[in-house]
């Protein structure tokens, strides 16, 4: 059986994912016992690098692949040895009109995004109307963000920090549609500003929930500048760093650990029980910080109702290309459309209807999804070899296919998307992305697909939920919360420190710092 240093822990951190791991570096350097239990043989949870394809020497980042909400004070305060890299382009979108082939093209700097816009839409308007609605985006996003590593706010305290009561109405109040449909005329430039509102939600632009105005919040606001940036050495290189820090303060990680029951009454100590590939084991902590989803917290407290069902509605695919395509829009390099987003049939009628389709139970006739390659603007996730061949890598990410729909045949329906997926990217394609596709050691094409139950079954999130659960809004949800963390319980000495809690999603240990401030009383 599995011997600790310690009898009795300050910390036990149930979850090796990044936010666990922040968590565990930031009470560690305080001079406090902590011990992480991980199910896994490996830490990182959903933020890691592997090599998916057998004999291929390309290590992608196979879940989570963009960062943008990591605070640099995180970075700063554990001392990580992790850097993102900026990519020159924000996006590019295809679209044929009057049967020819064009595209918007968002970066490369502003004349080039300039004239994208006027070739598309005829007129210098919807330039103009881009500028003010993301300068009013980027001016809230810098007071913003720095809240997220402060006591949650009231509501009324963020409103009045943010000072801008029209961007408070677009983004708190009315469902993003209306935004979008007043400031954008063009069917397409609307699409490309709704997309960041449904990565990983479902939702309609005039969803009454407002979760889609939640979710566009989140990526909108990172760094205080809404930058999307490209990790290092993959999202492995995040994890590993924070793995490295929390060792190196005096943490105790130990993979394989899959934690069954925490049994509290919320005064310190609670009894963590796991399960080992040799048996049964039992860890006594003051404190335990879950990272985990609120309906995994639930089950592990024997509570009767654990947490209300959620539901992912992403496909993730991963490719390796021996090159990248031909586009059929010759105004734009493939290196310039891939490295920034490349979007595909997401205009915002095409989300519409692929919304529609999806909350009837149908799989989108026309899949919208979005790709990049990571490998343009940081070639060291290949072998020397394959970059000397020219070899890229691509990360897709589909909308609007929410779990439910793979519930009967997750295999077939995953392969009736792809193909239905990839049928969208050739139609702006000079030849057919299949013909770019690298071979692995067993001849096989290097591509993947992960549905939202491919997603809960590997890494157990929720209805394959990449969020755990609907983002929530980054203030108290009531007069009592505010002051403190959103990592509470209805336990004192048990904490929720993953993506679950208030300001958790995305890569950002947002979740494992705040957690950390709370046990320490900050």
């Known amino acids: ?145 720095p809240t997220l590593t402060e006591p949650l706010p009231t509501r009324a305290e963020l409103r009045a920090r943010i000072d801008d009561e029209t961007a408070w109405r677009m983004l708190f109040e009315e469902p993003l549609g209306r935004a979008v449909e007043e400031h954008f005329a063009d069917d397409l430039v609307r699409g490309v500003v709704l997309t960041d509102a449904l990565i990983g939600t479902f939702a309609d632009a005039h969803d009454a929930s407002l979760a889609q105005n939640r979710c566009f919040l989140y990526h909108v606001i990172g760094g205080g500048t809404g930058d999307w940036d490209v990790p290092v050495g993959g999202m492995g290189a995040l994890t590993d760093a924070l793995a490295a820090a929390a060792r190196a303060a005096g943490a105790e990680i130990a993979t394989g650990h899959e934690v069954l029951r925490i049994e509290t009454h919320g005064r310190a100590p609670a009894e963590v029980t796991f399960r080992t590939a040799t048996g049964e084991g039992r860890v006594v902590g003051r404190t335990v910080l879950v990272n985990a989803s609120p309906r995994a917290l639930g089950e592990l407290l024997g509570e009767a109702e654990p947490a209300p069902p959620v539901e992912g509605a992403q496909l993730k695919v991963n490719m390796l290309l021996r090159r990248l395509p031909r586009l059929r829009d010759t105004s734009v390099d493939p290196r310039e459309a891939f490295g920034g987003t490349f979007h595909i049939a997401e205009g915002y009628a095409e989300l519409a209807r692929a919304y529609a ?161 709370a046990v320490l009383g900050h």
């Open 1 to 145: 059986m599995t011997s600790f240093g310690h009898d009795v822990y300050d910390d036990v951190i149930v979850g090796g994912g990044h936010n666990g791991l922040v968590a565990a570096a930031y009470l560690a350097r305080a001079g406090r016992s902590v011990l992480v239990l991980e199910r896994l043989g490996n830490t990182g949870g959903a933020a890691i690098s592997t090599r998916p394809f057998v004999g291929v020497d390309a290590r992608l980042s196979r879940y989570s692949y963009l960062v943008s909400l990591l605070p640099a004070k995180i970075v700063r305060d554990l001392g990580l040895e992790f850097a993102v890299r900026k990519r020159t382009v924000s996006s590019y979108t295809p679209v044929e009109r009057d049967g020819r082939p064009g595209g918007l093209l968002v970066g490369g700097g502003e004349s080039r995004t300039r004239e994208s816009f006027a070739r598309l839409t005829g007129s210098e308007r919807e330039y103009e109307s881009w500028r003010a609605f993301y300068g009013r985006t980027g001016r809230l996003a810098e007071k913003v963000f």
């Open 357 to 517: 389709e999806a909350a009837t139970g149908e799989l989108p006739s026309v899949p919208p999804s979005e790709i990049y390659c990571h490998s343009l603007t940081d070639p060291s996730i290949l072998g020397p070899e394959l970059v000397a061949q020219g070899y890229q890598t691509l990360t897709l990410f589909g909308l609007h296919t929410p779990a439910r729909l793979f519930g009967h045949d997750n295999q077939g329906a995953r392969e009736v998307l792809l193909t239905g997926t990839l049928a969208q990217l050739d139609a702006h394609l000079e030849e057919p992305i299949t013909d770019c596709l690298a071979f692995d050691a067993d001849g096989r094409p290097c591509i993947e697909a992960k549905t939202p139950l491919d997603l809960e079954r590997e890494l157990r999130l929720p209805g394959g939920h990449i969020f755990h659960r609907d983002l929530s809004w980054p203030y108290a949800q009531d007069q009592g919360a505010a002051g403190r963390w959103g990592v509470g319980t209805p336990y004192a000495n048990v904490l929720l420190c993953g993506a679950g809690a208030v300001r958790g999603g995305g890569v950002s240990g947002v979740p494992g710092h705040n957690a950390a401030m």
